[in-house]
C-alpha cells in the first residue's frame, strides 16, 4: 500500500468521505481498459485536522494535511483488488478526532456499479483523443448505469471536463444531495454546447459511476461509496485545424532511491515530432494523479523537451510507481513506470566550506556552504552564538562594519545528525584601496548581425561623479600567437551609449598608437607584438553611465577574438571616482565555443559580486535561439578547478533581493535553468565560464555586478 496526498475527484460537499475506486481509461470507441498503474484505490476525506481513520481488524492511519488542495485527504493505490482488498478489509470503519463527531462508514459488501463507464459515440484518433469540432455543439453518448436505479442503491453519476474556468460538469444523483436534483433515469448523453472548449487544445474528462454505502448529509456529513471512474482525453479541432504529431517518449524515467527526508529526481525526455510543445502534462504515483504545481512536495520542471519531476522531502508514503502521461491533440502516450524505493537518510557532509575575507568598511560580504545530505537545515554562528534567522547555506552582510570582525561558521543538520562547518574570519577595517572591479574581458566566436559579440558595462557608482578613463581593446590577430586557431583577422570595435544606436568612438586598426602602448604597459595588459596588426583598440573616457562595446569583423568576417575593458588608472581611488560597477556580455555558444567572460578583483580587500548566466529567461525578452540550460563555474587565474558552480539556481531568495537592489532583470521563474552565484571574491584574477548542460547551445548572456 501507497498512500499519496492529492485532490479527492467526484463527492466533495460531504467532509468525512471513504471511496473504493476502480479506475479505467478510454482511448476508443471500443477499448476500455484499467490504468496502466494502480487501478483500485483507496480514497479518504476528513472534515478537520487530527482525525485518524481506524480500519476493521483495529489498524489506524493519520490523515494529512494537504496544502494545494487546503484539506486532510490521502489515496492509497494498489494493482490490483486483491491487493487493496486486503489493506482496506471489507467492514466498518470509523474517523475519530480530538472533540469531533466520530464518523462511521460501512464498507462491508462491495456495491460496485455494474456497468464500466464508457462514451459509445463520437470519433476518436489513432493517438486515442476523443475529437470534436469545438464551434459546434457536440452530444456525447454515454454507457447505461446499471446499477443506478435499483432498489435499495443510492447511486450518484457525473460528466466533468477540466477547462482553465469552472469546467463543465453534469451530473445526477437518486437523492437530491450534493446540490444535485434527484432523478429516476440516468444520464445516457451529455451535450457540450459551441464553444464551450477552445480551439486547438486537449481536456482531461471524467465519466464517474458511484454506488453509495453509507449517506448521511447532515452534520458534518458522512458519505461511503463504491465507484468506477472512467478517464479520457478531449481534443478540439475545428476545421482546417490539424492535429499535432502523436507525442513520443524519447527516455523513459529510471528507477530511484531516495533517503528519508531527502529527494530524488526522474527524468522525462519527450518528442513531439513537427507538432509544438505538448499541451498537457500529468505525473501519476500508483494511479493518481499528483498536483505537482505550487505543492512543495514536488518540483516539477518543464524545459523544452525535458519533463523532470523531483519528489522533495521523501517519506514512506512517497514510495512506489511514477509515471507521466503526454497529452497533445494527436495523441497520448505515457510513459512506463519507475519505482521510487526508500534508502537509508546519511548525515550530512560539507562539500565546501565558508571562506574568511579582509573587508572595507561599508562592502558587503556573502559566506556560504555546501552539504550533500538529505532534507538539510542550516543555522549560522557568529563567534559560536547562533544568528537569528540566518538559516540557508548562504549568510549576507551587507553594509559590513567593525563590529562585524568576528568568526562565523554554519550547522548543517538533517535527520541522522549535524555537522558544523570550519570557522571562516572576517576582518572588517577601514581601507583607502577597498576591492572593486578593473579589469574585464569576454572571448568567444564574433559573427554578423545576431551573433556579433557585444559587452555592456556600467561605469559609475553610488556617490561618485566625474569621468572614468578605460582602456578597451577588440583583438583578434594577436590571438593566434598565443595558439588560438580561428582567430578574427580583423576585429573593429565601437563604443555606443546605453539607447543609442550611434558609436561615439570607433577604431579599426590600433595603429601602435603611443598612449595606448604606454596605458596597456602601466596596467599590465598583454603587448600587442605589432602596430600594424588589425587588432583594435582605444582610450576612452566615459561619464557615468551605460555603454556597450560591440566587436564585429571587418567585411562581416567571424572568428574568435577577445573583448577586454580596463581600468586605465586602477591604483587611482577615491569614494567619488567612478569605477567599473557592471559588465555584461551576450553571444551564441556551445561547449566547443564557450563563453569566457574574465574579471578581476583590484584593490587590497574582498569584493561581492553576483554573476549570471542567462539562457531561458532570453526567450521572453524576445531572443531567439536561447541557452536552454546554461551552467556557471567560477575559476580562479591559473586554476583549472571551479570554486563556485551553480546549474540552476532554484529561486532562491537572497539572490532575488539582491538581484533587485543593483537593478538587475528579475528571473520570474524559480524553476528556469539559468544558473546564478553571489559570491565574495578576494583580489585577484577570475573566470566565469558558461557551458551548456547536456551539450546545449544557444544564445546566452553572461554578466557581473558589483554588489556595494
Known amino acids: 500500500m501507497t498512500m499519496i496526498a492529492v485532490a479527492l475527484s467526484g463527492v466533495t460537499h460531504a467532509q468525512n468521505v471513504i471511496k473504493k475506486i476502480h479506475l479505467y481509461s478510454q482511448s476508443s470507441g471500443t477499448v476500455v481498459s484499467d490504468f496502466p498503474v494502480a487501478p483500485f484505490n483507496v480514497q479518504v476525506q476528513a472534515a478537520a485536522a487530527g482525525m485518524t481513520l481506524h480500519l476493521p481488524g483495529g489498524s489506524t492511519l493519520p490523515v494529512p494535511y494537504v496544502a494545494p488542495d487546503d484539506a486532510y485527504e490521502f489515496i492509497a493505490g494498489f494493482a490490483t483488488k486483491a491487493a487493496m482488498d486486503a489493506a482496506y478489509p471489507s467492514g466498518n470503519y470509523t474517523l475519530t478526532g480530538t472533540g469531533l463527531p466520530t464518523a462511521s462508514f460501512n464498507l462491508a459488501t462491495d456495491t460496485y456499479p455494474n456497468a464500466v463507464p464508457q462514451i459509445t459515440s463520437g470519433t476518436w484518433s489513432s493517438g486515442g483523443v476523443f475529437v470534436v469540432d469545438p464551434t459546434q455543439s457536440v452530444t456525447i453518448t454515454l454507457s447505461n448505469f446499471t446499477n443506478y436505479a435499483s432498489a435499495g442503491v443510492a447511486g450518484y453519476e457525473t460528466f466533468e471536463i477540466d477547462t482553465s474556468g469552472d469546467g463543465f460538469k453534469k451530473a445526477v444523483a437518486t437523492q437530491a444531495v450534493f446540490g444535485v436534483t434527484a432523478s429516476a433515469t440516468p444520464l445516457t448523453s451529455v451535450t457540450i454546447p459551441a464553444n464551450t472548449l477552445t480551439n486547438a487544445g486537449v481536456f482531461k474528462a471524467r465519466l464517474q459511476f458511484n454506488t453509495f454505502t453509507t449517506l448521511d448529509t447532515t452534520g458534518a456529513g458522512t458519505v461511503a461509496l463504491f465507484g468506477n471512474y472512467l478517464e479520457f482525453w478531449i481534443a478540439t479541432l475545428a476545421p482546417g485545424t490539424a492535429a499535432q504529431s502523436q507525442p513520443l517518449i524519447s527516455g523513459q524515467p529510471a528507477n530511484r532511491t531516495g533517503p528519508l527526508g531527502g529527494s530524488a529526481t526522474f527524468n522525462v525526455t519527450i518528442n513531439v515530432g513537427t507538432g509544438p510543445q505538448p499541451i498537457d502534462v500529468r505525473w501519476y504515483l500508483n494511479g493518481a494523479e499528483l498536483f505537482v504545481f505550487n505543492n512543495p512536495k514536488y518540483t516539477f520542471v518543464r524545459n523544452g523537451n525535458a519533463l523532470n519531476l523531483t519528489v522533495n522531502n521523501i517519506t514512506a508514503e512517497d514510495v512506489g510507481s511514477y509515471y507521466i502521461k503526454v497529452v497533445d491533440t494527436g495523441g497520448i502516450i505515457n510513459s512506463s513506470a519507475a519505482t521510487l524505493t526508500l534508502g537509508t537518510l546519511t548525515g550530512p557532509t560539507i562539500t565546501a566550506q565558508p571562506s574568511g575575507h579582509i573587508l572595507a568598511t561599508g562592502s558587503s560580504v556573502v559566506f556560504s556552504v555546501a552539504a550533500s545530505g538529505g532534507n538539510l537545515t542550516y543555522q549560522w554562528k557568529k563567534n559560536g552564538t547562533n544568528i537569528a534567522g540566518a538559516?540557508?547555506?548562504?549568510?549576507?552582510?551587507?553594509?559590513?562594519?567593525?563590529?562585524?570582525?568576528?568568526?562565523?561558521?554554519?550547522?548543517?543538520?538533517?535527520?541522522?545528525?549535524?555537522?558544523?562547518?570550519?570557522?571562516?574570519?572576517?576582518?572588517?577595517?577601514?581601507?583607502?584601496?577597498?576591492?572593486?572591479?578593473?579589469?574585464?574581458?569576454?572571448?568567444?566566436?564574433?559573427?554578423?548581425?545576431?551573433?556579433?559579440?557585444?559587452?555592456?558595462?556600467?561605469?559609475?557608482?553610488?556617490?561618485?561623479?566625474?569621468?572614468?578613463?578605460?582602456?578597451?581593446?577588440?583583438?583578434g590577430p594577436t590571438l593566434t600567437g598565443f595558439g588560438v586557431p580561428g582567430a578574427m583577422v580583423d576585429p573593429y570595435l565601437e563604443i555606443i551609449p546605453g539607447g543609442a544606436s550611434v558609436a561615439i568612438q570607433n577604431n579599426d586598426n590600433w595603429g601602435g598608437d603611443a598612449a595606448i602602448i604606454a596605458t596597456g604597459n602601466a596596467i599590465g595588459a598583454f603587448a600587442l607584438p605589432s602596430a600594424t596588426s588589425k587588432d583594435s583598440a582605444l582610450l576612452s573616457t566615459l561619464a557615468g553611465g551605460v555603454y556597450s562595446a560591440k566587436v564585429s569583423g571587418v567585411g562581416a568576417t567571424s572568428g574568435t577574438v577577445l573583448a577586454e575593458l580596463y581600468d586605465a588608472n586602477p591604483s587611482v581611488f577615491s569614494a567619488s571616482t567612478p569605477r567599473i560597477i557592471n559588465l555584461s556580455a551576450r553571444a551564441p555558444m556551445a561547449n566547443d565555443n564557450p563563453l569566457i567572460a574574465g574579471f578581476v578583483v583590484g584593490g587590497a580587500t574582498a569584493k561581492t559580486l553576483l554573476i549570471r548566466a542567462i539562457g531561458p529567461t532570453l526567450t521572453g525578452f524576445g531572443v531567439p535561439g536561447a541557452m536552454s540550460d546554461p551552467s556557471l563555474d567560477i575559476i580562479p587565474g591559473g586554476a583549472t578547478v571551479a570554486i563556485n558552480s551553480n546549474d540552476n539556481w532554484g529561486g532562491a531568495g537572497l539572490i532575488t533581493a539582491t538581484g533587485n537592489g543593483v537593478g538587475a532583470f528579475a528571473l520570474p521563474d524559480p524553476n528556469s535553468k539559468d544558473a546564478v552565484i553571489l559570491m565574495t571574491l578576494d583580489p585577484g584574477i577570475y573566470s566565469a565560464k558558461v557551458l551548456g548542460v547536456n551539450n546545449a547551445s544557444g544564445i546566452t548572456l553572461v554578466e557581473v555586478y558589483e554588489i556595494p
Do not use: E
Request: proline share 4%; hydrophobic share 40%.
Open 391 to 475: 538559516n540557508g547555506p548562504n549568510y549576507m552582510i551587507s553594509n559590513a562594519q567593525p563590529a562585524a570582525t568576528a568568526t562565523y561558521a554554519v550547522t548543517v543538520t538533517n535527520g541522522a545528525g549535524s555537522v558544523t562547518s570550519n570557522d571562516a574570519n572576517l576582518t572588517v577595517a577601514a581601507s583607502s584601496n577597498p576591492g572593486r572591479l578593473v579589469n574585464a574581458s569576454v572571448r568567444i566566436i564574433s559573427g554578423t548581425d545576431a551573433n556579433v559579440l557585444i559587452v555592456g558595462f556600467v561605469v559609475g557608482g553610488a556617490g561618485t561623479s566625474g569621468n572614468k578613463q578605460l582602456l578597451i581593446r577588440g583583438i
